[in-house]
């Protein structure tokens, strides 16, 4: 659990106005990277590389562990990944076929092809489900020892993002048919319905279910709550980003909810207090060279043990530590 932010009204403008460089850095891949996952503690990543395959990191002290692939004779580029909430499981994804790794020994535990294109994915803690976002405006619950769905959820179009609380009693899935839904996962009832403008692209749950996130592109970014489905704040991102079509591409909880970590296509990582209802900080994740015309994405970000300390993963192949 995060120890509360002690700033005072007078000092939060000032350090929201910061953008200091990173703390630390870790280059996990030479060129591009396209998919990445952070542990829940910001421990150790996943990284799909374009060019260099599928790696397991330990961060600190900095090691790469594994080798991951989908295929013995050929590197396949990894569209997806996840790290359970234990951190004890992994699972990566290309176009169809989804591989479940076990984080301590670096083997695989199984293997399976799914019949449609896999777009967003989460990790049950354990490693014993996932929750699948599909081309065909399916999101499945899918039993990743045995093979086979147990739960399917139902949307209009593609799924393009998803999420579970810890104890997977809830989902909630985003879809280009602008709509997001939250599940009840045991029943399969659907329990709450935001409708926006344009496609969901990013959703997330608070540990406990307790909070969501929803984001949809040229439209708002809203956080609400599960049980009545009220909206509780709408991040300021400001009009001009948000008719840009810069949303969020990644988003997370603290473990206790109280906080949320973002990171924008922009290379911008915002820590925001919820009760508060404020940004308390902001970085800007460096460009690599001078000619490089704006800075790459942020795939994912993390909390970590040390509350003054937080981590992003960003295009370009390095993985940052952030404090303030």
Not at 60 to 65: C, G, H, N, S, V
Not at 204 to 228: H, Q
């Amino acid at each position: 659990m995060m120890k509360p932010l002690l700033l005072t009204a007078a000092l939060l403008p000032f350090l929201s106005a910061c953008s200091p460089a990173p703390e630390a850095e870790l280059k996990v891949a030479n060129r591009s990277v396209q998919s990445a996952s952070l542990a829940r503690d910001g421990s150790h990543a996943v990284i799909g590389s374009t060019y260099q395959g599928g790696s397991y990191w330990q961060i600190t002290p900095a090691e790469r562990l594994y080798d991951w692939n989908h295929s013995s004779d050929t590197t396949r580029l990894l569209l997806h990944s996840a790290i359970s909430s234990d951190g004890g499981w992994a699972i990566t994804v290309d176009h169809q076929t989804l591989v479940l790794w076990n984080t301590a020994t670096g083997e695989s535990v199984a293997y399976w092809r799914i019949s449609s294109e896999i777009r967003a994915m989460a990790l049950g803690r354990f490693g014993n489900v996932a929750l699948l976002g599909l081309d065909d405006g399916r999101a499945v619950l899918y039993d990743v020892r045995r093979g086979g769905t147990f739960g399917t959820f139902q949307h209009d179009a593609p799924v393009n993002a998803v999420a579970l609380n810890d104890d997977l009693s809830l989902a909630l899935t985003g879809s280009s048919d602008n709509a997001a839904h939250l599940w009840d996962t045991q029943s399969g009832k659907q329990l709450q319905q935001r409708n926006y403008s344009d496609p969901v692209q990013q959703v997330a749950l608070s540990p406990d279910g307790k909070r969501a996130l929803v984001g949809a592109r040229y439209d708002s970014i809203e956080l609400f709550d599960t049980a009545t489905g009220e909206l509780s704040w709408q991040l300021p991102l400001g009009h001009e980003r948000i008719i840009r079509g810069i949303s969020l591409s990644t988003a997370r909880f603290s473990n206790d909810g109280a906080y949320l970590l973002t990171g924008r296509p922009d290379g911008r990582v915002q820590l925001w207090d919820i009760e508060q209802q404020q940004e308390l900080y902001h970085w800007q994740l460096p460009k690599l060279s001078a000619w490089q015309p704006s800075p790459t994405s942020v795939l994912d970000v993390s909390f970590t043990d040390d509350t003054e300390r937080y981590r992003a993963v960003s295009g370009n192949g390095y993985i940052y530590t952030l404090s303030y």
